[in-house]
T-cell receptor
Framework: AQSVTQPDIHITVSEGASLELRCNYSYGATPYLFWYVQSPGQGLQLLLKYFSGDTLVQGIKGFEAEFKRSQSSFNLRKPSVHWSDAAEYFCAVGPNTNAGKSTFGDGTTLTVKP | GAVVSQHPSRVICKSGTSVKIECRSLDFQATTMFWYRQFPKKSLMLMATSNEGSKATYEQGVEKDKFLINHASLTLSTLTVTSAHPEDSSFYIC??????????FGPGTRLTVL
């Protein structure tokens, strides 16, 4: 069975500081990994995804994530956080043949201090 | 990017009534759409897979007679919550699959059952 763990329920960073959100997964085959962002009362927006190739993936809004197979991790990073980045972040893992069968983590709430 | 809309964005109904939520892919055809439920501060739970022209596939524990899904065209899927009760109050999100490993989310519908 596939599963995703986001160890940090809530993270607070100062504007301009760097950010790392952790994601660990369990999956029986080659994982397809995703990071989504959700603003309050909104749907999910895809930040980036990893299917194969370069393990450092660049996404939108200045985010990047690194796939580390040995650690079963796919951590999200941003060098300098903006106040508008405050939101809920979800990591997901799924098969390459059916996007809808992705399993989502419980999310990490990001608060940005001025 | 691909756009998926949901209507209504918010709905309040009385207990015992039925509510229909629409999910539309605006700029691509989607033979498959997905319906999720999200509780406060919780991850997304896949309820069912909606297939154009055929019956929906429900996840374990989801009552098919309670949550009726119809996918009548390549751009529209509807979720009808029948005989709604307060415990059905939630945030319902749909997504549309553009390719096998790519889904785009709608903005969500907040359902409140009084």
């Amino acid at each position: 069975a596939q599963s995703v763990t986001q160890p940090d329920i809530h993270i607070t960073v100062s504007e301009g500081a760097s950010l790392e959100l952790r994601c660990n997964y369990s999956y029986g085959a080659t994982p397809y990994l995703f990071w989504y962002v959700q603003s309050p009362g909104q749907g999910l927006q895809l930040l980036l995804k990893y299917f194969s190739g370069d393990t450092l993936v660049q996404g939108i809004k200045g985010f990047e994530a690194e796939f580390k197979r040995s650690q079963s991790s796919f951590n999200l990073r941003k060098p300098s956080v903006h106040w508008s980045d405050a939101a809920e972040y979800f990591c997901a893992v799924g098969p390459n043949t059916n996007a809808g069968k992705s399993t989502f983590g419980d999310g990490t709430t990001l608060t940005v201090k001025p | 990017g691909a756009v998926v809309s949901q209507h209504p964005s918010r709905v309040i109904c009385k207990s015992g009534t039925s509510v229909k939520i629409e999910c539309r892919s605006l700029d691509f055809q989607a033979t498959t759409m997905f319906w999720y439920r999200q509780f406060p501060k919780k991850s997304l739970m896949l309820m069912a897979t909606s297939n154009e022209g055929s019956k929906a596939t429900y996840e374990q524990g989801v009552e098919k007679d309670k949550f009726l899904i119809n996918h009548a065209s390549l751009t529209l899927s509807t979720l009808t919550v029948t005989s709604a009760h307060p415990e059905d109050s939630s945030f319902y999100i749909c997504s549309a699959r553009r390719t096998a490993n790519e889904q785009f989310f709608g903005p969500g519908t907040r359902l409140t059952v009084l």
